[in-house]
């Protein structure tokens, strides 16, 4: 149970409010819809604009952002909900590419704790439902709203998508979702509407997605099938049922899995395309504004510094074809830190000894992991074979700050350090770098 918390006076500053609702629910965590549905009716809460709602295991970030900088390229007001955030919880709510201030998210707490009552809300329930009271009252013309985790028992799910995305599935959240690929994609699965655009990104999606939005009757788009993208080292195309978008440049966004996310969100905007119309020059300048910080961003200068909130093993996995596809490096370290309820093996298989010098940091709080058990576990993954000629070698460290300050006394002027393993650690050397988001 969380320590008590006054509640917070008209007078309370974010902090202060964000300090309180950690405090009022039993539990960080509790999946379901019927509180947050109860207390949305009593807020009278309705968006009367396009909403898209995007679930997925990796990738749902980077489709958000695509979706929203295509639109806002094309004219329209956009809101933007994601989560968690990296340096300012602001982050979380964006109308039109900016952050929502302070006061316009605290009248916004101010509405759902009126109409609270006596139910309790999570966090996360209770944030979500402040920021959609936000853009309800903001007169959008679209909103593109990031799945927390699952699908069908997310408080994001209250919406009724008038397009609905998956992404990726893969095992991550095993103790809330299952743990079978078949399990987590059902779960994912019941963000599609009957009747309504469900877009799959997956390229083997599960039978049990598939067999869900058949039972539903949602119109199902599945990757390879119903839309598809090609591209050479210069440029790329998108074909979808109705529409072809030719010698596109390649997203700002880095990595090999951005043409899967970019076709993805645009086939969310094809088959929504008699209500939000998008002009190919808006794809393009779209494209190549969207951002999102932590997702193989590279910080300028030498070293090479890759900040990635790779956090499981798929997303792992696409982290070591993005370093393999950066050339060559002297030496690469690591700056990794990673929570305690996360499959740590599974992700240091998958980068393997692509990493000369790992520096384990501690995470704080109750899901943290010691630095130490981290650094036991690379060698033992690994095989590690201390005092071996040229062999890997893994240290810990009191903080990803106190990692990030080892790796940089380490690395050469052209060496690589990838920070990588919860938004936690990308967040804490974010700002060390005195870095804004």
């Known amino acids: 149970m969380s320590v008590a918390v006054p509640k917070p006076d008209a007078h309370a500053t974010l902090d202060q409010w964000l300090g309180y609702l950690e405090s009022i629910h039993s539990r960080p965590m509790e999946l379901g819809l019927e509180r947050v549905r109860e207390v949305a009716q009593r807020m009278a809460l309705r968006l009367d604009c396009v909403t898209f709602v995007v679930a997925g295991t990796n990738g749902k970030g980077s489709t958000c952002a695509m979706i929203e900088a295509i639109l806002q390229a094309a004219g329209y ?91 990726s599935i893969d095992l991550d959240h095993t103790e809330y979702l299952g743990d079978t690929r078949e399990q987590i994609g059902l779960e994912k699965a019941h963000v599609y509407r009957p009747g309504r655009p469900a877009i799959c990104a997956d390229p083997v999606p599960p039978e049990s997605l598939k067999r869900h939005a058949e039972q539903i009757g949602a119109d199902l788009w599945l990757f390879g099938r119903d839309y598809n993208y090609a591209g050479d080292r210069q440029q790329w195309s998108y074909g979808g049922r109705s529409q072809r978008r030719r010698a596109m440049a390649y997203p700002a966004l880095r990595g090999a899995n951005q043409l899967l996310n970019a076709s993805a969100a645009l086939a969310a905007l094809e088959a929504v395309q008699e209500r939000l119309p998008v002009p190919q020059q808006a794809v393009r300048l779209g494209l190549s504004q969207a951002s999102l910080p932590g997702r193989f961003q590279i910080v300028p200068g030498r070293p090479a510094i890759i900040l990635d909130v790779a956090h499981n093993a798929h997303a792992a996995a696409v982290l070591a074809q993005n370093l393999d596809n950066m050339g060559f490096f002297p030496y690469t370290h690591a700056v990794f830190g ?4 996360k499959d740590a093996a599974a992700v240091v298989a998958a980068l393997g000894r692509r990493i000369d010098r790992w520096h384990c940091a501690t995470l704080a709080g109750p899901r943290g992991r010691d630095g130490g058990q981290l650094a036991q576990c690379v060698r033992s993954v690994l095989d590690l074979q201390p005092g071996k000629p040229d062999e890997p070698s893994a240290a810990a460290a009191g903080s990803p700050a106190q990692a990030f300050e080892a790796a940089r006394r380490e690395a050469g002027e052209g060496d690589r350090i990838v ?3 919860s938004f936690l650690t990308v967040a804490a050397v974010l700002q060390a770098l005195g870095r804004p988001v």
């Open 338 to 341: 990673m929570l305690a309820d």
């Open 419 to 421: 920070v990588f393993g």
């Open 77 to 167: 007001k956009v809101g933007l909900y994601t989560s968690p955030h990296l340096l300012s919880f602001n982050e979380r709510a964006r109308i039109n590419g900016e952050f929502v201030g302070d006061q316009a998210l605290i009248a916004h707490f101010q509405r759902v704790e009126a109409a609270r009552g006596q139910t309790t809300l999570t966090y996360f329930e209770f944030t979500t439902l402040a920021i959609l009271d936000l853009f309800a009252a903001s007169g959008l013309d679209a909103a593109v709203l990031e799945v927390g985790l699952g699908g069908r028992l997310d408080a994001v799910n209250i919406v009724d998508a008038d397009c609905a995305v998956v992404t």
